[in-house]
């Protein structure tokens, strides 16, 4: 059983090269500049291109040629395996509709499973954490979709923004409604919700009370059970540190992971966003 993935997981190199996750990078253009997301440039060098850039970068999704180069690849060199491919929510990209068409054009079809997210960073990063592991261990493959499913419906997770502009920049709010959160310090809390789709659920004055809501809206789902925390940032570690921190005093936390947001998804967040992702232990 081969895993594959898009860079929008979040995934280390780290983490792929242990448990032999495949990568299909998505691309980030500065200008005529293209980099291949978490293969040509890492986390931290892209925030800072990012932070002396006057303009925001673009992104762009991999062609269905660049996935049928892999699938036939680890096919060719993997006789009689079988490949699950997670992606980014379809909501925000093209890149799962690439690996369908990919798929389609090609003899072996039947030995491609490949599975529409609906989430974003580690929100299918940890399911595809989870189906590695099951992988390496000799899981079918019926057992290792379901455990995915089950993750999917398990995690709940909230993204905490440091600055309301490089949302408006990619079109998510307002030039307006950005000027004026920014005024009056309004942190929106989001969440991928059940179609996909970037969402707000509530909207704080401060960064402090919207942990304290993060906390709120967590136990409606977790009050009372041991919990495992994956903490992820943009750049700069501190919020999502002290975000980790809250988390350990209202919960009965067993692990704690970290990754970084990479680039991709940093277009669209900025730096300083901080994001918790939580699951039942």
Not at 32 to 42: A, C, F, K, N, R
Not at 78 to 83: K, L, M, R, S, V
Not at 256 to 269: D, E, N, P, Q
Request: proline share 3%; with cysteine.
């Amino acid at each position: 059983m081969i895993i594959v993935t898009d860079s929008t997981a979040d995934l280390s190199r780290e983490v792929r090269e242990e448990l032999g996750i495949v990568l299909v990078p998505l691309k980030v253009h500065f200008g005529q500049e293209v980099y291949l997301d978490s293969v040509t440039i890492e986390s931290d060098e892209f925030f800072e291109k990012l932070t002396a850039s006057s303009s925001l970068p673009t992104t762009s999704q991999p062609s269905p040629a660049d996935f049928m180069e892999i699938y036939e690849r680890l096919l060719q060199e993997n006789p009689g395996a079988h490949i699950i491919s997670v992606h980014l929510s379809s909501a925000f990209s093209g890149t799962y509709q690439s690996a369908v068409l990919a798929r389609s054009l090609m003899e072996r079809e039947d030995e491609i499973t490949i599975l529409d997210s609906k989430s974003a960073s580690y929100g299918f990063g940890l399911p595809v954490i989870a189906a590695a592991r099951m992988a390496l261990e000799g899981s079918s493959k019926e057992a290792i979709l379901d455990e995915i499913a089950r993750l999917r419906e398990d995690i709940r997770f909230y993204f905490l923004v440091d600055t309301l502009e490089y949302l408006q920049k990619g079109g998510r709010i307002g030039k307006a409604a950005a000027l004026f959160g920014s005024i009056l310090n309004i942190k929106p809390i989001l969440i991928v919700d059940g179609e996909g789709m970037v969402a707000s659920v509530d909207k704080v004055r401060g960064q402090r009370k919207a942990m304290a809501r993060i906390m709120e809206l967590l136990k409606e789902d977790f009050s009372g059970v041991p919990v495992n925390i994956s903490m992820a940032w943009a750049h700069h570690q501190g919020n999502a540190m002290e975000l980790c921190e809250l988390a350990k005093a209202h919960f009965d936390v067993r692990e704690v992971s970290y990754t970084k947001l990479g680039a991709v998804i940093g277009t669209h967040v900025g730096p300083g966003t901080s994001a918790i992702f939580m699951t039942r232990a």
